[in-house]
Nanobody
Framework: QVQLEESGGGLVQAGGSLRLSCTASGRTLATVGWFRQAPGKEREFVAAITRSGDRTYYADSVKGRFTGSRDDAKNTGYLQLNSLKPEDTAVYFC?????????????????WGQGTQVTVSS
């Protein structure tokens, strides 16, 4: 069993930055997925960082603006959000327990955090 706790969300103006954290307990964090869900929309893939940290994957909408990383000593994954836009406003979730296959599909992840709100004002 893995427990995930996100932090780092908040209210920021367009063009600003935030860094989200996802700390795991109960098991060593392997592949970390990041998803987001805006009101009235489906939860969508944002980024994934592989266990070794040598590969990262991003949704087209965030490429060049968001960066995933990890600190295995802290059992924590990070998502740096730069050049934020109002359309980035959503609850951001981290996910773990990737079961193989596509990193982009939420069904491939077993464990989820409670989410952290990111609000970008124009």
């Amino acid at each position: 069993q893995v427990q995930l706790e996100e932090s780092g969300g908040g209210l920021v103006q367009a063009g600003g930055s935030l860094r989200l954290s996802c700390t795991a307990s109960g098991r060593t964090l392997a592949t970390v997925g990041w998803f987001r869900q805006a009101p009235g929309k489906e939860r969508e893939f944002v980024a994934a960082i592989t266990r070794s940290g040598d590969r990262t994957y991003y949704a087209d909408s965030v490429k060049g603006r968001f960066t995933g990383s990890r600190d295995d000593a802290k059992n924590t994954g990070y998502l740096q959000l730069n050049s934020l836009k109002p359309e980035d406003t959503a609850v951001y979730f981290c996910a773990a327990g990737w079961e193989g296959g596509s990193y982009y599909l939420r069904q491939q992840y077993t464990y989820w955090g409670q989410g952290t709100q990111v609000t970008v004002s124009s």
